[in-house]
């Protein structure tokens, strides 16, 4: 039998696979989710921690969490190739919460 915080997580991530809730917006809060829920807060905190592992969400401070955008194809083949060709990025063009998210992910690939 999974634990509370398993099945909140299994929920969202099925909900975010069907679109319910689209890249770039924002999921339901950590109030809202123990309302839906019936749950404590440390519960729904629990599974926004575990959709966070998965890379599916990331949390804006003082703003909430929100589905990640362009997620990864998780059945590309994996190569150690890095294409530097391109350039360097125009950092005004980039949103920082997801250059973090991204940086993070590659952080959890090298290390696992």
Known sequence: MKKAYERIAD???TFIQEG???QCHRVPSIRE????YQCSKSTAVKAYDTLKSKHLI???PQSGC?????RPNTEQ?????IDFSRGN???SNIYI??????LDRAVDMQYK
């Open 97 to 102: 919460p997801d250059l973090k998210h991204c």
């Open 58 to 60: 990331y949390s804006v």
């Open 89 to 91: 990025p125009l950092f």
């Open 66 to 70: 929100y589905v990640v955008e362009n």
């Open 11 to 13: 929920d969202m991530e």
């Open 20 to 22: 319910r809730f689209r």
């Open 77 to 81: 083949k994996h190569t150690d190739i």
């Open 33 to 36: 989710l123990c309302a839906t």
